[in-house]
């Protein structure tokens, strides 16, 4: 399919990159590193990028185009790293002419004329990469900066177990070009003293089911200003709980505007059906969702305690 991926990005002048809303490091590397990818091989194409803004990678100096829906006639619209339509930011990919899409999301639906679509990669970025090798398209220091940005972040630093043999020899063909792993590790990792003194106190609000489910539950009102403060602070918390000995699932929830932000991680079992079954999705072991209040949020945590009802002590 990677062929046919890059026939239909080489027939149309007018591209349109797509990706979910609030985005991780992963969406966002995919999306600059595919854009990148188009400009250094297709230099007369116009390329266009749509997005909310990455308030969560203040250090990339990036901006997202505001176009018009004209703008979608006779263009290909890519989609990346979503595995839900519902979540993808800005609809009018549908105003397309041609539609494709590169994901590595477990697949629940079709949503592109061309779905590139491979659970068995790690990220979104190490699928675009991979396009990108078998393709033997030049690759740039800005493509494969923003490509191994992906692949770190959403491989959580190459340890959770969706990293095989592959993952590394992508990493290595990244590396053929000069990035600045220094700086890109300080820039995705290094934190505030204020932030690591917060997250201690946020170690104190972890309770257990009954079964040893971890969990945070964060009400709006304990929120920072800002109308993205929550996923930002969701993504953030769930981090906080996966190295405590005994637990095997562990889920942040935070309020927002729309409903509250499910995080939920498990080095064990396979939790994305809960996601599923609340309206979400993602990976066996990492999924997310959005439900409508605090009595449904309680009502997925216990789904994950039944599903962790089963676990010998």
């Not at 890059?6 to 595919?34: C, M, N, V, Y």
């Not at 539609?99 to 699928?127: K, M, N, P, Q, W």
């Not at 080095?267 to 999705?281: L, S």
């Not at 409508?292 to 039944?306: I, P, R, S």
């Amino acid at each position: 399919m990677f062929h046919e991926a890059l026939k239909l990005i080489e027939k149309f002048d007018k591209i349109i990159i797509h990706r979910h809303a609030h985005p991780d490091g992963d969406a966002l590397g995919s999306q600059l590193g595919l854009y990148y990818l188009i400009k250094d091989n297709f230099p007369a194409k116009k390329v266009y990028m749509v997005g909310d803004i990455a308030t969560r990678f203040p250090f990339l100096d990036v901006s997202f185009d505001e176009i018009s829906d004209e703008t979608y006639n006779g263009s290909l619209a890519v989609i990346l790293d979503c595995g839900a339509s519902h979540m993808i930011y800005d609809e009018r990919y549908k105003f397309a002419e041609k539609t494709l899409r590169f994901d590595h999301h477990i697949y629940c639906e079709r949503i592109a004329d061309l779905d590139v679509v491979d659970s068995t990669y790690e990220s979104a970025c190490g699928l675009v990469t991979m396009f990108a090798k078998e393709c033997g398209l030049k690759l740039s220091v800005d493509s494969a900066t923003y490509l191994y940005m992906g692949m770190v972040t959403d491989s959580g630093r190459f340890v959770f177990d969706s990293v095989t043999a592959r993952t590394f020899e992508l990493a290595a063909y990244l590396l053929s070009q000069p990035i600045d792993l220094g700086s890109l590790y300080y820039n995705l990792y290094a934190e505030d003293f204020d932030e690591i003194i917060k997250n201690a106190d946020n170690m104190h609000k972890i309770k257990f089911t009954p079964h040893n489910v971890a969990y945070i539950y964060t009400s709006k009102e304990d929120l920072p200003e800002g109308s993205d403060a929550a996923p930002v602070v969701s993504s953030g918390l769930v981090s906080l709980m996966k190295d405590i000995k005994g637990v095997f699932i562990w889920v942040n929830f935070t309020e927002g505007d729309d409903g509250v932000h499910v995080e939920l991680r498990s080095n064990r079992y396979n939790i994305n059906p809960v996601a599923v079954k609340y309206g979400g999705g993602g990976h066996k072991k990492a999924s997310g969702c959005t439900v409508l209040d605090k009595e449904t949020a309680m009502q997925l945590l216990d789904d994950l305690d039944a599903l962790s009802a089963g676990e010998p002590a």
